[in-house]
T-cell receptor, first 113, second 111 residues
Framework: DAGITQSPRHKVTETGTPVTLRCHQT?????MYWYRQDPGHGLRLIHYSYGVKDTDKGEVSDGYSVSRSKTEDFLLTLESATSSQTSVYFCAISESTGGAEQFFGPGTRLTVL | GENVEQHPSTLSVQEGDSAVIKCTYS??????FPWYKQELGKRPQLIIDIRSNVGEKKDQRIAVTLNKTAKHFSLHITETQPEDSAVYFC??????????FGGGTRLMVKP
């Protein structure tokens, strides 16, 4: 597996609380992504980053924000968690976009009660 | 934006049989089509990909075909084995764009 870690791996939180998920890579890849995985929906892109401090929205960005202050770290924040954000969150990295293999992290299972 | 549809959502085959999963896409500019395999509780991993300048690509028991005119591509697994049981995702993108994934197919190979 590529050098990608996610923390925490599991989290249970309550509606209305802030949550931050961390993705860390040791591959020095330029692109980093956050996806959520829900049954029947495959993997849906939340936000992505194409460099330090350079981020953009994906398909399902509402309720999420991201930050990338270092090449190796990409943070996903749920400012005020809702039950609809209960999901498995995957981070991914790639050297380029539009035709480059994406390598996925191990995932974070988030439950919002 | 791109829309990728994947069928079937579940597929059950007998060990040794072939399995075929089909995807359609909407954006005619898409030119990269990867397939990912996700075992239970694990991360998705790339198993094969194809680009629009190629009609077919094969890697041992796995093959992918692409029909750009019809905007569909398919994954073929021959001589299925129990370890092929997993969820398979197709995806599509064009240069500079992000991957759009299909909804996934759960393949079950019965011994």
């Amino acid at each position: 597996d590529a050098g990608i870690t996610q923390s925490p791996r599991h989290k249970v939180t309550e509606t209305g609380t802030p949550v931050t998920l961390r993705c860390h890579q040791t591959e020095n890849h330029r692109y980093m992504y956050w996806y959520r995985q829900d049954p029947g929906h495959g993997l849906r892109l939340i936000h992505y980053s194409y460099g330090v401090k350079d981020t953009d929205k994906g398909e399902v960005s509402d309720g999420y924000s991201v930050s990338r202050s270092k090449t190796e770290d990409f943070l996903l924040t749920l400012e005020s968690a809702t039950s609809s954000q209960t999901s498995v969150y995957f981070c991914a990295i790639s050297e380029s976009t539009g035709g480059a293999e994406q390598f996925f992290g191990p995932g974070t299972r988030l439950t919002v009660l | 934006g791109e829309n990728v549809e994947q069928h079937p959502s579940t597929l059950s085959v007998q060990e040794g049989d072939s399995a075929v999963i089909k995807c359609t896409y909407s954006d005619s500019a898409s030119n990269y089509f990867p397939w990912y395999k996700q075992e239970l509780g694990k991360r998705p991993q790339l198993i094969i990909d194809i680009r629009s300048n190629v009609g077919e690509k094969k890697d041992q028991r796995i093959a992918v075909t692409l029909n750009k005119t019809a905007k569909h591509f398919s994954l073929h697994i021959t001589e299925t084995q129990p370890e092929d049981s997993a969820v398979y995702f197709c995806a599509a993108s064009n240069a500079g764009n992000m991957l759009t994934f299909g909804g996934g197919t759960r393949l079950m190979v019965k011994p």
